[in-house]
């Protein structure tokens, strides 16, 4: 396969990357699959991530930001004095769970490597179901990012090159969907910040994806605590 249908994927091993990572599969793209651990405290996630790879045939690394951990205080996610909260995506408390810049480091990494392969895109699972609490998942941050970094690597790589988002405008039920349709086996996804043995079902990640799959008329194979 030629290098203009190569593609790095951002994937965490949750419903909405792995789905992406379906997708780009589906439209004839050879995968490099990326996964970040900078120390959340839900980093079973990227065993699920290898996973989607070894499922898909894709090349998959796990890029180590962990030193960062320690610097990334006050989040949830990053930081074991603060718990997670119980709720929906929607309610002011789940702002305790924004890790600073998480999208934008994650992204700039993905990029380099999308410069060194020759790939044509670098694909992110963000979603609507995002927008209200975590702003680069926004699609004002999608598009601005691109151009930032349509400067950042002018001359080097594949002239065409940018940044794969399509899932921003949608929801998450609508993801379940195409996922379903693509084949996608939710049970080998990951979604808890809790990480525990299941998922907890009443952090915002859970409740979000119980209702996802409600919404989606779609059942629902997560075993959940509660």
Not at 106 to 114: D, K, Q, T, W
Not at 179 to 198: F, I, M, N, P, Q
């Given at each position: 396969?030629?290098?203009?249908?190569?593609?790095?994927?951002?994937?965490?091993?949750?419903?909405?990357?792995?789905?992406?990572?379906?997708?780009?599969?589906?439209?004839?793209?050879?995968?490099?699959?990326?996964?970040?651990?900078?120390?959340?405290?839900?980093?079973?996630?990227?065993?699920?991530?290898?996973?989607?790879?070894?499922?898909?045939?894709?090349?998959?690394?796990?890029?180590?930001?962990?030193?960062?951990?320690?610097?990334?205080?006050?989040?949830?996610?990053?930081?074991?004095?603060?718990?997670?909260?119980?709720?929906?995506?929607?309610?002011?408390?789940?702002?305790?769970?924004?890790?600073?810049?998480?999208?934008?480091?994650?992204?700039?990494?993905?990029?380099?490597?999308?410069?060194?392969?020759?790939?044509?895109?670098?694909?992110?699972?963000?979603?609507?179901?995002?927008?209200?609490i975590y702003p680069d998942c926004?699609?004002?941050?999608?598009?601005?990012?691109?151009?930032?970094?349509?400067?950042?690597?002018?001359?080097?790589?594949?002239?065409?090159?940018?940044?794969?988002?399509?899932?921003?405008?949608?929801?998450k039920a609508n993801i379940v969907?195409?996922?379903?349709?693509?084949?996608?086996?939710?049970?080998?996804?990951?979604?808890?910040?809790?990480?525990?043995?299941?998922?907890?079902?009443?952090?915002?990640?859970?409740?979000?994806?119980?209702?996802?799959?409600?919404?989606?008329?779609v059942p629902d194979p997560t075993?959940?605590?509660?």
């Amino acid at each position: 396969m030629s290098a203009s249908k190569r593609a790095i994927a951002i994937v965490s091993g949750g419903m909405d990357s792995v789905t992406l990572a379906y997708l780009l599969t589906s439209e004839g793209y050879d995968l490099h699959l990326l996964s970040f651990d900078y120390g959340q405290r839900h980093r079973k996630e990227l065993e699920f991530a290898a996973r989607c790879a070894a499922q898909l045939g894709a090349q998959h690394d796990v890029v180590d930001l962990s030193s960062l951990t320690s610097l990334l205080k006050g989040s949830a996610l990053t930081d074991a004095g603060v718990a997670v909260p119980d709720g929906h995506y929607a309610h002011e408390n789940m702002r305790i769970t924004v890790v600073p810049n998480r999208n934008a480091m994650m992204l700039s990494v993905a990029y380099a490597v999308a410069v060194a392969e020759g790939a044509a895109v670098v694909g992110a699972g963000i979603h609507a179901g995002d927008h209200a609490i975590y702003p680069d998942c926004r699609p004002a941050f999608a598009r601005a990012f691109d151009a930032m970094q349509r400067l950042a690597v002018e001359g080097f790589g594949d002239p065409n090159l940018h940044l794969y988002t399509p899932f921003v405008s949608i929801t998450k039920a609508n993801i379940v969907t195409i996922g379903h349709r693509l084949g996608v086996d939710y049970a080998k996804t990951w979604s808890c910040y809790k990480g525990g043995e299941v998922h907890c079902g009443t952090c915002g990640t859970c409740v979000e994806r119980k209702e996802a799959f409600d919404l989606a008329g779609v059942p629902d194979p997560t075993s959940y605590a509660a």
